[in-house]
């Protein structure tokens, strides 16, 4: 099993750019996660998705968030326009199994945005 | 308010000691489950123990085990026998309703450092 698998490991950018994390969920996972950590606020919920329908995106701090999940192996998170508020580690994670079972996480991307 | 509070930001644990790090939750459901996870310097989240809310037994795994109090709405975990590679970031966290199709609330952690 390859686990949740997130690209790119790292992006610095530039303030005003478009910037696309992915992630890969374990395969016959049900559920997929994005989070996001700083130092400040610690691991928040971004927005999850059941059989790739978004349930609840209230984690999304403003439209310059979008996620989708077009089919059950591939996940994005886009940010447009980045601003260096978001700088962050944006994790993956996925689920699958009875409701004891725990998230499986991707190794995230860390941001930078300049 | 906050679902999950720990409230020691860092603690210091001697090697081959035992150490508790708390973990404190907030909810009105009866069913929930609560998960301990490792985050060491590299940065990868790694799930430790589970515990449920109707589960009578405390949770071990290895030189894991949790103290669930349910009265008193903790859930602390223990690490016995405590290891260099023990050195990181622990988070509590809370998954409520019996469904488990809610997420995980995280509390904002405890760093643990193991000397030698």
């Known amino acids: 099993d390859a686990g949740v698998i997130q690209s790119p490991r790292h992006e610095v950018t530039e303030m005003g750019q478009e910037v696309t994390l992915r992630c890969k969920p374990i395969s016959g996972h049900d559920y997929l996660f994005w989070y996001r950590q700083t130092m400040m606020r610690g691991l928040e919920l971004l927005i999850y998705f059941n059989n790739n329908v978004p349930i609840d995106d209230s984690g999304m701090p403003e439209d310059r968030f979008s996620a989708k999940m077009p089919n059950a192996s591939f996940s994005t998170l886009k940010i447009q326009p980045s601003e260096p508020r978001d700088s962050a580690v944006y994790f993956c994670a996925s689920r699958g199994g009875p409701r004891n079972s725990p998230l499986h996480f991707g190794n995230g991307t860390r941001l930078t945005v300049t | 308010a906050q679902k999950i509070t720990q409230t020691q930001p860092g603690m210091f644990v001697q090697e081959k000691e035992a150490v508790t790090l708390d973990c404190t939750y907030d909810t009105s459901d009866q069913s929930y489950g609560l998960f301990w996870y490792k985050q060491p310097s590299s940065g990868e989240m790694i799930f430790l123990i589970y515990?449920?809310?109707?589960?009578?037994q405390n949770a071990t795994e290895g030189r894991y085990s949790l103290n669930f109090q349910k009265a008193r709405k903790s859930a602390n975990l223990v690490i016995s026998a405590s290891q260099l590679g023990d050195s990181a970031m622990y988070f509590c966290a809370m998954r409520e309703g019996g469904s488990g199709n809610t997420p995980l609330v995280f509390g904002k952690g405890t760093r643990l450092s193991v000397i030698a």
């Open positions: 515990q449920g809310s109707y589960d009578e």
